[in-house]
């Protein structure tokens, strides 16, 4: 027994040392290698086959030190327009180009100047697939999980995985084998070699599943030979049936019909494969399709009897374009087809077009097999503003534009070119889901708003070059229509259906911290000579967009924005009153009063169908606006009482009106919540606001404002805080419905109220005159330079003594794009809410894939002050700063936050897919300038 223990613990002990020496020549090699992994950076730029625009951080490594050859996975190559660079481990950052990207399997290459790295001299990693052995020790190195460098430990289990799935529409590999592995990755490890303890890759990691630990490795047999080319500056040659293949076990292939005879020999051909290939699919309209049938066993191509992955793909990329002949088993039958090889880089797209913010392109192999559609259809990467005001899906394939059928990008540019911004499209589509049922759609382009341009990948280089659409023909003016009015039993319906219109607004781009893009709504018509309608500012938000109005249920006409008012929930359309012709319209008739409480009113406007209806109710209270300030300095309506009506539909939009179908308020949509989580509340907007606003505009007034937001405070509460009785008094007389006092809430940031009203001040009176409602003060200040306001503060009366704000109606009228964030001057609501003095310049939006994404996304709604050293108040000194550093790669970038916090960021710009430029309203409407103009 003493000898048992004795042998025992010998056996540890050189266990023991046998592990320390294990783990010492792992540290070794990992040390050795290290300067060979590095960290990527790419920048997708563009919607682009199976990718959207947007980041992504991975890990390669050098395979070739002398020609800077950096070996990672496709999907972070991509086969669309990309930016990279490479952190190596001395965090040295160097530039990247595309050199190659497989157009089946998960791998590419990047390529950098060996002469850009001054500090470091990584080694070239040998590649050795026939060293992934079933139990072999290995190590992932890369980038896990968003960590610059980490080692995963991990044991090879399986040598004949299937692909893995990302998912449906994403990037899937197909016709290959994966390794398996108990190690498991995450994002940011993707492209990372898989070593073994002598420093060779032996596979390249792909992805995983965290859950049960696992990751998925791409053998290097093709990868090997695609390098030998690469170096050597030949082509790669791929080939393919436009086929995917399955291997299935021997008794699921006898299920199919595979005969005795054949397995037998393929089991002595091939003793350690466990079955064979069989088609699962044939691509739509390919030659394979007429030829094969999913079910066909393999059986032999060309010379390979009964070939694997590896065997089929080398014979058909030594076939490129020529025919092979398959022997395959069907049923128990045995038949020979022929089948000419396709070029798989031919059906891998290269161009694009981008057309109203929507991205088309040649659907790609990858997509075809997806949604089984032919190689000969367009495919939308992005729906973008014009296709998604159709409420066409990501991925649907565009059939026809206005009856010409697409099937090249030359039909799309042609059906494109004859395209204005107003005009209309017909499309015809089909759905990622549902391929074979067409529908149609139709949508304004919207094309004024983008780039109209056609993209293509260089024939040498993996270079991008872009050339404008032709500009569309000038259309000339528009013949006057005419629709008659609708007959409806209701006698007020009757009255007021001339004077609603229904409005669409459709915004191409964030601007003003405005949550959404598509908005729909009724609109008042109040002046028909001048062709104004009201609406709300949760119907139109801002200038910057499209609007169409519908006259009757029949008749589109567009129209622009007139007014957009500075502090209250309106906005004035105007639409050309010819192009209606002797259409019966009329401006409407506003009620002289609000509606007491209790009284009967009527709500009349539009169903979400567009269907007119009118519905009886009984009004509320009037009642002050009590909307959440925003965490994101949008539009928020204050200093209002607006007219509450208990049950009313909230799905119907449009007006309240009196017995006498006068109408006294809007019912309007009022937008509240924060930019993640946004919500709305509808109440009446009485309609003397309206009157005052149309005063102000025919009388080129502008708006003077107090900028000081009021609470509500009962009378109880003034006394508390020692409002003497006298005041009580006052306060009773002025106005005997409402026992209250105005106090002050908050200031609007850098204005001259804010340096002199304090929250918590009860107001007494405003130039001489009691008020204790918001629209008292509003007609206190109207039209005067300034205020004298006396409060009660810390138990005394306070004189205050300041300037009022004067405020426009012109609304948003330039924006500047740069890196691709979109960029304004601070909007009101920013001081208003979020109490920053405004500043600079503020960046509301970024595109994804964009520089603005990568450098600056953790500090959105950041209010620049400072650019590369220079003071910026304005956009026209935003500009002016960006000239002056025009020759620069990166620029520092200095501002404020939404807290208030001092944010510094240096941006590395990439003009050649994001260039600076501005767009400016004038009376023509938007047009797109250059920085200088």
């Known amino acids: 027994m003493r000898l048992t223990w004795a042998a025992a613990g010998l056996t540890l002990l050189c266990l023991s040392a046998q592990a320390q020496d294990n783990e010492a ?168 070699p898989v070593i073994d303890i002598e420093g060779r890759a032996v596979a390249l990691n792909a992805g995983g599943q965290v859950r049960a630990q696992s990751s998925y490795f791409l053998p290097l047999e093709r990868v090997r030979r695609a390098l030998a080319l690469v170096q050597e500056g030949q082509p790669v040659p791929r080939g393919g049936l436009l086929t995917t293949f399955e291997q299935l076990p021997y008794d699921e292939l006898r299920r199919l019909g595979l005969g005795e005879e054949a397995e037998a020999n393929a089991r002595a051909t091939f003793p ?89 392109h040649p659907t790609s192999y990858q997509q075809a097999r997806h949604f089984n559609v032919p190689l000969n259809t367009i495919y939308v990467a992005q729906p973008g503003y014009m296709l998604g005001l159709a409420a066409i899906e990501n991925g649907s394939i565009l059939r026809e534009i206005n009856g ?97 219109v229904h409005v669409r607004y459709d915004m191409p781009y964030v601007v003003s911290a405005v949550n959404g893009q598509h908005y729909y709504g009724a609109g008042l018509i109040v002046d028909t000579e001048r062709g104004w309608v009201v609406v709300d500012r949760n119907t139109v938000p801002e200038t910057m967009g499209d609007a169409v109005l519908t006259f009757n249920g029949t008749l589109e006409v567009t129209a622009r924005v007139a007014a957009i008012h500075p502090v209250h929930n309106l906005a004035v359309l105007e639409y050309d009153p010819a192009l209606l012709g002797d259409t019966p319209l009329r401006a409407a008739v506003f009620a002289p009063r609000a509606p007491r409480a209790g009284e009967e009113i009527f709500l009349a406007g539009f169903r979400p169908d567009l269907e007119p209806v009118i519905r009886s109710y009984e009004a509320g209270d009037l009642k002050p606006i009590n909307v959440m300030p925003s965490n994101f300095g949008g539009f928020r309506e204050a200093n209002l009482e607006i007219l509450e009506v208990e049950n009313a539909d909230v799905q119907i939009s449009g007006v309240l009106l009196d017995s006498r179908a006068r109408v006294t308020a809007l019912w309007s949509s009022f937008a509240s919540g924060s930019r993640n989580r946004p919500n709305e509340m509808v109440a009446g907007l009485p309609i003397e606001h309206v009157r005052v606003m149309l005063d102000h505009l025919r009388q080129e007034a502008s708006w003077r404002s107090l900028e000081v937001e009021w ?14 009785e006298d005041w009580r008094l006052k306060v009773e007389e002025h106005d005997r419905e409402r026992r209250q006092v105005l106090m002050a809430e908050r200031t609007v940031a850098g204005t001259p109220a804010a340096d002199q009203v304090r929250p918590g001040d009860l107001l007494l009176t405003i130039n001489g005159r009691m008020a204790n409602r918001p629209r008292e003060v509003e007609q206190a200040v109207a ?56 500043q600079g310049v503020t960046i509301q939006h970024y595109t994804y894939g964009s520089p603005a994404h990568r450098y600056l996304l953790p500090i959105r709604y950041l209010q620049v002050t400072t650019l590369d050293g220079q003071p910026v108040a304005s956009l026209g000194e935003f500009a002016g700063a960006l000239q002056m550093a025009a020759d620069k790669p990166i620029v520092r970038v200095e501002g404020i936050t939404p807290t208030g916090a001092t944010k510094v960021a240096t941006v590395k710009l990439d003009p050649a897919y994001w260039p600076s430029s501005r767009m400016r309203l004038s009376d023509g409407g938007w047009e797109r300038l250059n920085l200088a103009e």
Not at 40 to 59: A, H, Q, W
Not at 66 to 95: D, M, W, Y
Not at 711 to 724: E, H, I, K, M, T
Not at 831 to 836: F, G, N, R, S, Y
């Open 404 to 500: 010409r059928p697409l099937e090249t990008l030359d039909d799309v540019e042609q059906a494109l070119s004859v395209l204005g911004h107003e005009d209309v499209a017909q499309l015809r589509y089909s759905t990622p889901r549902n391929p074979r049922a067409n529908q149609v759609r139709s949508a304004r382009t919207g094309r004024g708003w983008f780039a109209a341009e056609r993209c293509r990948q260089g024939e040498t280089s993996q270079d991008w070059s872009c050339r404008p659409l032709a500009p569309a023909a000038s259309a000339g003016p528009a013949e006057p229509r005419m629709t008659q009015p609708r007959e409806f039993d209701d006698s007020r319906l009757r009255r007021i259906a001339p004077s609603l």
């Open 25 to 192: 020549a792992w540290r070794k090699t990992l040390e050795e290698i290290r300067p060979s992994v590095v960290s990527l950076r790419v920048n997708k730029t563009r919607p682009f086959d199976t990718e959207s625009n947007t980041l992504l951080d991975g890990t390669g490594f050098v395979v070739d030190a002398e020609r800077g050859i950096i070996l990672t996975n496709r999907h972070i190559v991509s086969t669309g327009p990309v930016k990279g660079e490479a952190l190596f481990a001395n965090q040295e950052e160097i530039e990247l180009e595309r050199l190659y990207a497989d157009p089946v399997h998960d791998f590419g290459f990047f390529r950098y100047d060996p002469a850009g790295l001054r500090h470091i001299r990584p080694e070239g990693l040998e590649l050795a697939p026939e060293a992934a052995q079933l139990g072999r020790e290995i190590r992932v190195v890369g980038n896990d999980a968003g960590e610059r460098f980490s080692i995963l430990a991990g044991t090879i289990a399986r040598l004949d995985r299937t692909a893995p799935n990302y998912g449906f529409g994403r990037y899937n590999d197909f016709n290959t084998f994966y390794i398996q592995a108990a190690s498991g990755t995450s994002g940011g490890s993707s492209g990372s």
């Open 711 to 724: 609470q509500r405070a009962p009378l109880s509460v003034a006394l508390r805080r020692g409002l003497p």
């Open 783 to 838: 039209g005067q330079p300034r205020a004298e306001l006396l409060v009660w503060r810390n138990g005394e009366e306070v004189k205050l003594d300041f300037d009022t704000v004067e405020l426009g109606w012109e609304g948003l009228r330039e924006v500047l794009f740069w890196a691709g964030a979109l960029i304004q001057e601070p909007q009101r609501g920013m001081a208003a809410q979020l109490a920053i003095r405004p």
């Open 272 to 360: 350690g494969s466990a079955g064979l290939l069989v088609v699962r699919s044939t691509l739509q309209g390919s030659a394979a399709s007429s030829a094969l049938i999913p079910g066909d066993i393999l059986l032999r191509i060309e010379d390979e009897e009964f070939p694997d992955f590896l065997r089929l793909e080398t014979v058909l990329d030594g076939s490129v374009g020529q025919p092979v002949t398959l022997l395959i088993e069907r049923r128990g039958s045995v038949m020979e087809a022929v089948i000419e090889v396709s070029d798989l880089h031919a059906v891998t797209p290269r161009e694009y077009i981008a057309f109203g913010g929507t991205f088309l």
